[in-house]
């Protein structure tokens, strides 16, 4: 069972705005501010779109932008396209060298 | 710019031990505070972090695994290996290893994957 809870699935409509929770169960992601967020497609290795909770590396569309707040993170899509979907998974370190993924959110853009 | 590529038999047998090979470009693994990791992906469901070694030879396991993996790492080769002993059907699943920056972050570069089927 994961110790990070996302939604198993979000949908939007071309244009529209989504945001994806990730909330952790216990400490993990209340303690360190270090989530990142990945986007997945079919067959295809994670992305990374988000880290710092809120930094998006080179590349990047500003499209997607993250938070976080107490015990959750968040994921924010802006103007959806059809390339954004995908299944997204959040990640936090856990401490004591180990790390945590969430059990993912497929979005799908309608 | 920095790139991983995971390599190893797609099939293997219940029982058997799991052997997969990380090998790496744009980055050494001597240098402080990097590290490459090991996540694997059942089809169709979530991520799941398994190892870690750090620069300094320092390894990580899951907890729940950490008695059936062993990583290593040979800098001079850039490569990472990963074992995974007595493999189960519930094993089958793309492993990807990964580059890690610094501690406390989440992985930042992935290889491609590869899938690793388990069935007699």
């Known amino acids: 069972q994961s110790a990070l809870t996302q939604p198993a699935s979000v949908s939007g409509s071309s244009g529209q705005s989504i945001t994806i929770s990730c909330t952790a169960t216990?400490?993990?992601?209340?303690?360190?501010?270090?989530v990142s967020w990945y986007q997945q497609h079919p067959g295809k290795a994670p992305k990374l779109m988000i880290y710092?909770?809120?930094k998006r590396p080179s590349g990047v569309s500003n499209r997607f932008s993250g938070s976080k707040s107490g015990n959750t993170a968040s994921l924010t899509i802006s103007g959806l396209q059809a390339e954004d979907e995908a299944d997204y998974y959040c990640?936090?370190?856990?401490?004591?060298?180990?790390?945590?993924f969430g059990g993912g959110t497929k979005l799908t853009v309608l | 710019q920095i790139t991983l590529k995971e390599s190893g038999p797609t099939l293997v047998k219940p029982t058997q031990t799991l052997t997969l090979t990380c090998t790496f470009s744009?980055?050494?693994?001597?240098?402080?505070?990097?590290?490459v990791g090991w996540i694997r992906q059942p089809p169709g469901k979530a991520l799941e972090w398994l190892a870690l070694?750090?620069?300094?030879?320092?390894?990580r396991y899951s907890p729940s695994l950490k008695s059936r993996l062993t990583i290593t790492k040979d800098t001079s080769k850039n490569q990472v290996v990963l074992t995974l002993t007595n493999m189960d059907p519930v094993d089958t699943a793309s492993y990807y290893c990964?580059?890690?920056?610094?501690?406390?972050?989440?992985?930042?570069?992935w290889g491609q994957g590869t899938l690793v089927t388990v069935s007699s």
């Open positions: 990964a580059h890690l920056r610094n501690p406390e972050y989440c992985f930042d570069y």
């Open positions: 744009g980055f050494s693994l001597s240098t402080s505070g990097v590290g």
């Open positions: 070694i750090y620069w300094d030879d320092d390894k």
């Open positions: 216990s400490s993990d992601v209340g303690t360190y501010n270090l």
């Open positions: 710092e909770a809120s």
């Open positions: 990640c936090s370190y856990a401490g004591s060298s180990t790390w945590v």
